[in-house]
């Protein structure tokens, strides 16, 4: 079956420096993926996509790649700070399926001032 | 500003009762779904839409049911709450790919 495999350690970094998360899927070919962050007691929040034919997105201080051929996707923020601190959540998808969205379990990430 | 409502917070119903979870979209999204969360596990869908009056099963249906007699509303029946059932309970909707999340009803079963 498909499989979402994310962080399951939390993350602990100092501010200022570049966090990395991982997200490994299995059984799965998605065209797509998207990355999500998560406040505790909240819903998540969109943060960005990348397409398969697509290496590398940026947004601000964020950055996303995406390998199909290692099946990975990892997210960097840059320049870290405190209120980055949340889980994020990756979830891959296809065109035809994208009314489904598979959910990994999410990194949590600890940004010390 | 797009919005996806929930309507409750949080909420404490008893054991055996009929539960019902509102969620109202104003985006005009095709695609509504539920999901509970639960530590350790994660996003769980529950059931979704992608048009009025069509409802789809989700990874875990059991004890729960849907209705979505309109295009922006979509609600989560708990036909009789057991204490199993106390959770984080998300709605989301999307028109393609990204997804917009509710606020998230945390609820109670005694």
């Known amino acids: 079956s498909q499989k979402i495999e994310q962080n399951s350690e939390a993350l602990n970094i100092q501010e200022g420096k570049t966090a990395t998360l991982t997200c490994n899927y299995t059984?799965?070919?998605?065209?797509?993926l998207q990355w999500y962050r998560q406040d505790p007691g909240r819903g998540p929040v969109f943060l960005l996509l990348?397409?398969?034919n697509e290496k590398e997105k940026r947004k601000e201080r964020l950055k996303v790649t995406f390998d199909t051929t290692l099946k990975q996707s990892l997210f960097h923020i840059t320049a870290s700070q405190p209120a980055d601190s949340a889980t994020y959540l990756c979830?891959?998808?296809?065109?035809?399926?994208?009314?489904?969205?598979?959910w990994g379990l999410g990194t949590s990430l600890a940004v010390n001032p | 500003d797009v919005k996806v409502t929930q309507s409750s917070r949080y909420l404490v119903k008893r054991t055996g009762e009929k539960v019902f979870l509102e969620c109202v979209q104003d985006?005009?999204?095709?695609?509504m779904f539920w999901y509970r969360q639960d530590p350790g596990l994660g996003l769980r869908l529950i059931y979704f839409?992608?048009?009025?009056?069509?409802?789809e099963k989700g990874d875990i249906p059991e004890g729960y049911s849907v209705s979505r007699e309109k295009k922006e509303r979509f609600s989560l029946i708990l036909e009789s709450a057991s204490t199993n059932q106390t959770s984080m309970y998300l709605c989301?909707?999307?028109?393609?790919?990204?997804?917009?999340f509710g606020q998230g009803t945390r609820l109670t079963v005694v």
């Open positions: 979830a891959p998808y296809n065109a035809g399926n994208n009314r489904k969205l598979i």
């Open positions: 989301a909707s999307s028109l393609i790919g990204e997804a917009f």
């Open positions: 990348i397409r398969e």
């Open positions: 985006m005009d999204h095709e695609n």
């Open positions: 839409s992608y048009d009025v009056k069509m409802k």
């Open positions: 059984n799965y070919s998605p065209a797509y």
